[in-house]
């Protein structure tokens, strides 16, 4: 306030005047930001049901798990027929806790560029958005088999996992165990794909919501299958071809995404590596939310620094392992 004609005006400090060492660690900022690094970095997690248990209790989640009922040709005079179905649940656990925490000392926030911010918040959002993409692709371990988590990234987790390459009209079961000892995981070919999307459709599965999670080798190796980049059988022109952009697009109705975290998977002669793709719909897993990203900043005196962490609590797994197939290729 203004003190007089012989007195300088004094005003309250804001955050963009203050000096002191936190002043360039606003949380709301921190926050904003990370969450957007965090969205913009997820793969596996839209591609997928999500629940959002934010702000609720608990550590498990039963989710029901309704079978489908036949329809009864309706007799004359006669009463309806009913469904008798024993329905199923499932139970879930949220007990995926993950942080991200830095010690920005003094020095570095008095002398360090602004852009450190903007490092420290993209590198917290693709950190938090690696591990929930992780947690994903290892349930889908499991398609068509046990609910359960797989434990390490071996060949018996994926014993119902398929390979990209059939032999006649049949998909081909990978064998991390074969008579070489090597497994036997293919490319993911044209018939591989469509004989996958017909392994999805016998077992009623929708075909809108489907999504094809390849890692970076089948990019390449896509790319090269005519199909998919001659131009008159793709339809679309300049920057949209895939030919030029190497964008992959749809393929028969199912988006195809490419993620450096496709889980690697080892043969049983734990040093043959292979790498796991999946072709699975929406509804095949389901994720929890418990708590989305969030920052929180502490001035320690003790260390003359602010402790700055960003964390999220989450869980989820399998919701229908008829609805997808993991495919193994060759890393």
């Not at 000096?19 to 913009?40: C, G, H, M, Q």
């Not at 989710?63 to 469904?83: C, F, H, M, W, Y």
């Not at 591989?192 to 890692?215: K, T």
């Not at 929406?282 to 003359?304: M, S």
């Amino acid at each position: 306030m203004a003190l007089g004609s012989d007195h300088v005006t004094i005003t309250d400090a804001t955050a963009a005047t203050r000096t002191r060492s936190n002043s360039a660690f606003v949380p709301e900022l921190w926050s904003d930001e990370i969450v957007a690094a965090y969205k913009s970095n997820l793969v596996m997690q839209p591609l997928v049901v999500t629940m959002n248990h934010r702000g609720r209790k608990g550590d498990t989640i039963h989710v029901p798990r309704p079978n489908r009922g036949d329809a009864s040709a309706k007799q004359a005079e006669t009463q309806v027929t009913l469904i008798a179905n024993q329905e199923t649940q499932t139970a879930y656990l949220i007990d995926q806790h993950w942080e991200y925490s830095r010690l920005i000392e003094d020095i570095v926030s008095v002398q360090a560029d602004d852009s450190l911010r903007a490092f420290y918040t993209d590198d917290a959002g693709y950190a938090l958005a690696k591990k929930v993409d992780t947690f994903l692709h290892e349930k889908m371990a499991r398609f068509a088999g046990a609910d359960a988590a797989p434990t390490t990234a071996a060949s018996t987790d994926y014993a119902k996992a398929v390979i990209g390459t059939p032999a006649g009209s049949a998909l081909v079961a990978w064998d991390g165990s074969a008579s070489t000892n090597t497994g036997n995981g293919s490319t993911i070919t044209d018939e591989g794909i469509r004989i996958m999307m017909q392994e999805l459709d016998d077992n009623d599965v929708p075909s809108m919501g489907r999504a094809l999670v390849i890692p970076p080798v089948e990019k390449r190796k896509i790319l090269g299958i005519d199909r998919f980049t001659i131009w008159n059988e793709i339809g679309e022109g300049g920057m949209d071809n895939a030919a030029r952009t190497g964008y992959v697009g749809d393929m028969y109705g199912a988006t195809v995404y490419v993620s450096s975290n496709c889980p690697t998977v080892l043969a049983d002669d734990s040093s043959t590596a292979y790498r796991a793709a999946a072709y699975f719909h929406k509804d095949g897993v389901v994720f929890i939310e418990q708590l989305a990203p969030r920052t929180q900043t502490q001035y320690k005196q003790e260390w003359l620094g602010d402790l700055f962490t960003a964390d999220i609590l989450f869980g989820g797994g399998l919701l229908r392992p008829e609805a997808g197939i993991a495919v193994v290729v060759p890393a």
